[in-house]
């Protein structure tokens, strides 16, 4: 999914400095892809798919770091240090990523779309998608080759 997205985001650009930079992100996703598995901990690995089965609902720290019977400040440095970002920071990312996978598949909302990944409240879905891909929800769908 981080993939296509990254394809997009090159095709979009309309210049030389742009199509570089998109470039370069579609080789970070390239290079995080292809880290190796063992290299991640195997209870952060658990904890990946749990957010990955479960991001439409309400996921706290609290209850992810209770899942592996830690405290919250253990387990957040923990999912920091093989992450490279925070719980919440990772889970909103992904949330993210597939409100813009059905913004390019489906006829929904932006409102059901928000809603369909976890994220209650429309306005600060906007700010979030915004923020990562420089566009709004309704701009990003219109601009998506597909």
Known sequence: MEIDLCFDEIFRAVNICDTMI???KFLKVLLMIAKPRA???ERIQKILNFIHQNYMNKISVKELAN???MSEPNF???FRKNVKMSPIEYINRYRLTMA???LKTSNDSVKAIAEKVGITNQFYFSKMFKNK???SPTQYRNTVYF
Do not use: E, G, P, V
């Open 22 to 24: 998109a470039c370069y």
């Open 76 to 78: 957040f440095w923990l």
């Open 133 to 135: 891909y420089k566009m």
């Open 67 to 69: 899942s592996l019977h």
């Open 39 to 41: 290299l991640i901990d």
């Open 100 to 102: 813009a996978n059905l």
